[in-house]
């Protein structure tokens, strides 16, 4: 039973398409976020979400879109895309800020990623 | 500068041997350290996590932190072929807040040999 899913694996489209990225964790965590992985491998954080509410938007373009229509689902679309969005995008989730037990550490539990090609 | 250097690699060692990966920040804020792991193909897993300065062990891996340095550790002893992954060390300045951002560093290859 996966407890961080996401989908669609793979995704291969032209430039200036627009296109979603569809996240659900069943761990009960408040807090979802998405990161984005580069070709060198580098993770940086794009937003983050707690009980539906945006609480981190690192710089990101505005073609960027997160909705999260409950705390289980986090989502992104991504509008006109350029080649430079071509990267993994990693949804993740945490018991940050919980008030219970499994939110000693602020553990990120990640899914398995998307892995997006722009032509 | 990025707020967390790491030497991307690739390592490649013999099985057994002892593993040092690390990395160095420059935001003396930062007090969580973590590192993760992550095989080819799939999203990264916490492996170890500590708080401010000191060692930490678990099984065949020890954490090491030297907040005056701004430098920390990872150490692997009797290394095995599945430790074969990318090594990403991560950290944050407030543990509990979900407002945290946790900064990652860009990850070390490494692979053990048989």
């Known amino acids: 039973d996966t407890a961080v899913s996401q989908t669609p694996k793979y995704l291969v489209t032209q430039m200036g398409n627009d296109k979603s990225i569809k996240c659900e964790q069943n761990l009960g965590h408040d807090t979802m976020y998405w990161y984005k992985q580069d070709s060198k491998k580098f993770l940086k954080i794009m937003f983050s979400?707690?009980?539906?509410?945006?609480?981190i938007n690192e710089t990101v373009p505005n073609r960027f879109s997160p909705k999260s229509p409950d705390k289980a689902h986090l989502n992104l679309h991504i509008n006109s895309l350029e080649l430079g969005d071509s990267a993994v995008y990693f949804c993740?989730?945490?018991?940050?800020?919980?008030?219970?037990?499994?939110?000693?550490?602020?553990?990120?539990?990640f899914g398995e990623g998307s892995r997006l090609t722009v032509l | 500068q990025k707020e967390v250097e790491q030497d991307p690699g690739p390592l490649s060692v013999p099985e057994g041997a002892i593993v040092s990966l690390n990395c160095t920040y420059s935001?003396?804020?930062?007090?969580?350290f973590m590192w993760y792991r992550q095989y080819s193909r799939k999203g990264p897993e916490l492996l170890m996590y500590?708080?401010?300065?000191g060692n930490k062990e678990d099984g065949r891996f020890t954490a090491q932190v030297d907040k005056s340095s701004k430098y920390i550790s990872l150490f692997i002893r009797d290394s095995q072929p599945s430790d074969s992954a990318t090594y990403l060390c991560a950290m944050s300045v407030t543990g509990y807040s979900s407002a945290s951002k946790i900064i990652f560093g860009s990850g070390t290859r490494l692979s053990i040999r048989p």
């Open positions: 979400y707690n009980n539906k509410e945006l609480i």
């Open positions: 993740a989730s945490s018991p940050i800020g919980q008030p219970t037990s499994l939110a000693n550490t602020g553990e990120l539990f």
């Open positions: 935001n003396s804020a930062f007090q969580y």
């Open positions: 500590t708080y401010s300065s």
